[in-house]
């Protein structure tokens, strides 16, 4: 990410929206060949300093017209972001500073041509510091001022894996330098639920969960009060939110982004469909072999008047929030929920358990194996009477026939 540092962030204004800078390929076609010259210069400059290292890239980012400072500075983090470079340990250029300084004292004042009154030869006295100290003078030279962070050498770099790469995370960090300004965001989202839960939960931010028409869910997230002065940890919070959001399907965002002191609020606006590209993997399509398999068999023999969805509703109960696996609809409206548990350490089975108690009131059905009869005895009564069993796959015969026995009555009711 990019710091809150105004000199990289990047953004325009208009009819009460801020814009994060953008940069793509209709456009800044321009830029590619130039992210290209970026990587290589990096990767060519091990063992410079940073200094060294961010001239030779300013350099390089010079000869486009339309490079602003910001935009130069912008690209340098990002290429600083997957760097190493070496720092100063143990205080050990201060160390030699001293030792260096002291050495040359008595000699001074150094020149560079001796003459009758000034006879201290600079690289006569470099030569002799060396000697005392035991080391080449350019190894001296590169160690005296390692502890500046101008000075710091580099070391490694990892870099992107195309210069497109480096374009499009540049993209997603500027969205994330202007939500940094961001007291309240409010997400839509009707598909990786349980992936956009999970981001929400890590960002240890207050929210809020409604379901609305279409299978579609609105989260309000915000910190503890929005007035505060200290929201800007919390614009943090949802900034981190987004190259993991990015990686999900059919969402949309609007956060509300204070400028100056406080005393203007703009939006800002992102989709799916934005084509922002995520530098996270895309969230998984399904936890284990066993869902995966489930639907693969029930798209190959759906049951009459029943349709199948993955994650696409969130049960709440109290602060405890439950996404079971699938969703079995009746063309009629009735739910049933699917929960397979496929994973069988001790502490998965006990969170499981006090999950599907919290939630008993619910038409949860679960598909689980035999073997594992009696570590789920703990259930209510009613949960077990909706257990389907298999012994090590899944055999969709048994779900149908348990859909078959509901009668249309049921349905409707």
Not at 254 to 283: C, F, H, V, Y
Not at 304 to 329: A, C, N, T
Request: charged share 25%; aromatic share 8%; proline share 4%.
């Amino acid at each position: 990410m990019l710091t809150s540092d105004e000199a990289l962030a990047e953004y325009d204004f208009r009819n009460g929206a801020i814009l994060p800078d953008r940069l793509t390929r209709p456009a800044h076609s321009h830029y590619l060949p130039v992210a290209e010259k970026l990587l290589k210069t990096y990767s060519d400059s091990l063992g410079s300093t940073r200094q060294q290292v961010h001239q030779r890239a300013e350099a390089v980012m010079e000869r486009l017209p339309d490079c602003t400072s910001r935009r130069m500075a912008a690209l340098i983090k990002l290429l600083d972001d997957v760097s190493g470079y070496q720092g100063d340990r143990g205080r050990k250029s201060a160390k030699l500073r001293q030792q260096v300084f002291q050495l040359a004292a008595v000699r001074h004042p150094l020149v560079n041509t001796p003459n009758g009154v000034f006879t201290a030869d600079q690289w006569t006295v470099k030569r002799d510091i060396a000697q005392q100290i035991g080391k080449p003078w350019e190894e001296i030279e590169r160690s005296l001022y390692s502890d500046v962070v101008e000075f710091h050498p580099l070391t490694a770099f990892e870099g992107y894996e195309s210069a497109t790469a480096l374009l499009a995370r540049y993209n997603v960090a500027q969205v994330q330098a202007c939500l940094y300004r961001a007291t309240r965001m409010t997400l839509w989202a009707k598909a990786d639920l349980k992936a956009i839960v999970r981001i929400i939960k890590l960002s240890r931010l207050m929210h809020t969960i409604r379901r609305l028409e279409n299978h579609e869910y609105q989260f309000t997230l915000s910190g503890p009060s929005s007035t505060l002065r200290s929201t800007r940890r919390y614009g943090v919070a949802m900034a981190k939110m987004i190259p993991s959001l990015l990686a999900c399907q059919d969402w949309r965002m609007a956060a509300n982004i204070s400028i100056g002191n406080g005393t203007r609020q703009l939006q800002l606006t992102l989709s799916s469909n934005d084509g922002l590209t995520s530098p996270k993997p895309s969230a998984d399509e399904f936890d284990s072999e066993i869902e995966a398999d489930l639907m693969k068999k029930w798209q190959a023999s759906p049951v009459e008047g029943w349709s199948l969805r993955r994650e696409s509703e969130i049960l709440v109960s109290r602060q405890k929030l439950f996404l079971p696996d699938f969703q079995l609809q009746h063309v009629s409206g009735k739910m049933i929920h699917i929960e397979v548990i496929g994973y069988w350490t001790p502490e998965y089975i006990a969170a499981k358990l006090k999950t599907l108690n919290e939630f008993a009131s619910e038409d949860i059905w679960i598909i689980a194996q035999t073997a594992r009869e009696q570590d789920l005895s703990s259930l209510p009564k009613s949960m077990q009477k909706s257990v389907i069993w298999y012994k090590s796959k899944i055999q969709l015969k048994h779900l149908n026939q348990r859909l078959n026995s509901i009668s249309s009555d049921d349905c409707a009711s």
